[in-house]
């Protein structure tokens, strides 16, 4: 048993790292199907799902990221929407209104496309900011408000938001409030020279998201969500975090560091990839795998190092290198 162990464990808690790690290899199996040799990328999306978080799939056209999402939602048998950002859209048009029924003289709340459990914000940096906010309560609080009236969100709720890194023809950059709310900002990135072949082989005939079936059920995929939660968090680990955020708010580089959300995001899935790994405990690599995706959208990188082209994930390197971890040293 490791330092990072708990000593002592309760019995119904035995099983729960089980739980995920089955639920997650038959999802990561089943979408892995469509989007071919990106295992890792694949296994940060269920883990963000895990986690009830949202993820930013940041990267070119056509790598797979719109598949990413419909994939995740028919392995999991959920209720799945597609949202087209477009610059002349309305909040409205994606929290849903309210119509007056003549005949019942009564209003009636026709939900928006975000009313879904898993749903795809597509080119969400193409929305004017005013729309782009109809999201932040959805995000944040599982729920919209529509003319005063206060709708849940369906269990469980993700959005997965994909825009084009080098396009900004046409587009409004997502303010730091919208970006805090994302649980991992992920990159999918060209397959290789192999993988592209195997992936036209795939597409021969037919797309391989036609063939996807439900392999677990939301009842499943709620109780590995409560699992994850589970899995203990030493204290040396919690100070390591703490640390870790902590330096991006004093690091000479950064104009502005993480907030506290950054640390929630970084404990909550080291605590899934420890679950998703089997075991019911963290340990210090699962918050050095984890912290450059959960932390490095969090930070505005400083004049001078945009110059020298220093960015936010070269910094979040840069801190774990230095970091100690508590009651250790950095070797």
Known sequence: MTEYSQQT?????????RIVQEVAERVAQSVGQVIIGKRN?????????LCKGHLLLEDIPGVGKTMMAKALSKTIGCDFNRIQFTPDMLPSDVTGVSIFNQKTMQFEFRPGPIMSQIVLADEI???????QSALLEAMEEKQVTVDGVTYPMSNPFMILATQNPIEYEGTFPLPEAQLDRFLMVLQIGYPTPAEELTILSAQ?????????????????????????????????IKQYIV????ATRTHPDIYLGSSPRGS??????????????????????DVKALAEVTLSHRIIVGS???????SSRNIVQ???????????SVR
Do not use: W
Request: hydrophobic share 45%.
């Open 9 to 17: 464990r309760r019995t119904s808690d035995a099983n729960n790292p």
């Open 41 to 49: 990328e694949v296994r940060l999306a269920i883990l963000g799902l």
């Open 125 to 131: 940096n193409r929305a004017t900011p005013k729309t």
């Open 204 to 236: 021969q005939y037919q797309h391989p998201i036609q063939n996807i079936q439900q392999v677990i059920t939301v009842d499943e995929l709620i109780r590995a969500q409560q699992a994850v939660l589970q899995v203990y968090v030493a204290e040396e």
């Open 243 to 246: 640390a870790i955020v902590t």
């Open 264 to 285: 929630l995001s970084l404990f909550r899935t080291a605590q899934a990839r420890a679950a998703m790994a089997g075991r019911d405990y963290v340990i210090p690599d």
């Open 304 to 310: 001078s190092a945009r110059v020298n082209n220093i």
């Open 318 to 328: 840069d801190i774990l290198a230095t970091t100690p971890v508590a009651g250790s």
